[in-house]
């Protein structure tokens, strides 16, 4: 298998994933709102926008279209989640495993968040329109 092949396997993979983060958005709304920060206007609307930009984003990501772009907008929307929510539920947690789901989620925001920049970064060597 030639690494084309794989490296849209690859994309195919977080694109699944992040279809059904993004239903769980749309389904279970109000058990997202937990995490939008008390400060931010908005509420519930914020949970159905990120719903919707991680369909949108697998949209791109397995129609090869705008996906420099895309990428790069995942990345920065998931590394704003780490820092003003993840980290912030961290330090404030108020059990070991509150602190621990907020640790895990860190964690898994920056990895996805990696993996959305490095789509974006080999676009043009994997043959992947921008």
Do not use: C, E
Request: aromatic content about 14%.
């Amino acid at each position: 298998m030639n690494q084309h092949i794989i490296a849209r396997i690859a994309i195919w993979i977080l694109s699944i994933v992040m279809i059904i983060f993004g239903i769980q958005h749309f389904t279970h709304p109000r058990d997202m709102l937990n995490y939008v920060p008390p400060y931010m206007p908005g509420g519930i609307v914020w949970v159905y926008f990120v719903g919707a930009a991680f369909i949108l984003a697998s949209v791109a990501f397995i129609f090869n279209k705008r996906v420099k772009m895309t990428g790069y907008l995942l990345a920065t929307l998931l590394f704003i989640f780490v820092i003003a929510i993840h980290i912030p539920n961290y330090l404030n947690a108020g059990t070991i495993d509150m602190q621990r789901m907020a640790l895990v989620n860190a964690l898994k925001d920056t990895a996805i968040a990696a993996f959305a920049l490095h789509i974006a970064g080999s676009a043009d060597s994997h043959g992947i329109i921008y």
